[in-house]
Nanobody
């Protein structure tokens, strides 16, 4: 078994920055990239968006609208995935969710099969005030 646990979500003013963390445990080994790791965000029941993902080769993909403000990274030795978010806007307010899957390795695939993803965290809430 495995688990992903997010942290780092807080309330900040527009224009600020945040770094979210996702600690992976158990069978999920970031070092060997046996799982593709990514971030989603969900502002409401109907609004879920793939943010960024590491595929099994270590290549990175971002949601087009977020590229340039958001940066995904990882520390293999600590099995931690990060999401650095800069120049935050009120529209970035959402629950940010970490995901890990052995087969779904693009934002599109993780989004399409969201409820079939191997591991999803409970999320960490980010609130941006204007």
């Amino acid at each position: 078994q495995g688990q992903v646990v997010e942290s780092g979500g807080v309330s900040v003013q527009a224009g600020g920055s945040l770094r979210l963390s996702c600690v992976a445990t158990g069978k999920i080994d970031i070092t060997y990239s046996n799982y593709c790791m990514g971030w989603f965000r969900q502002a409401s029941v109907m609004e879920r968006e793939g943010v960024a993902i590491f595929d099994s080769s270590g290549d990175i993909s971002y949601a087009y609208s977020l590229k340039g403000r958001f940066t995904i990274s990882k520390v293999n030795a600590q099995n931690i995935l990060y999401l650095q978010m800069d120049n935050l806007e009120p529209e970035d307010s959402a629950m940010y969710i970490c995901a890990a899957d052995r087969h779904f390795c693009t934002i599109a695939k993780m989004s399409e099969y969201y409820y079939g993803i191997d591991y999803r965290g409970k999320g960490t809430q980010v609130t941006i005030s204007s």
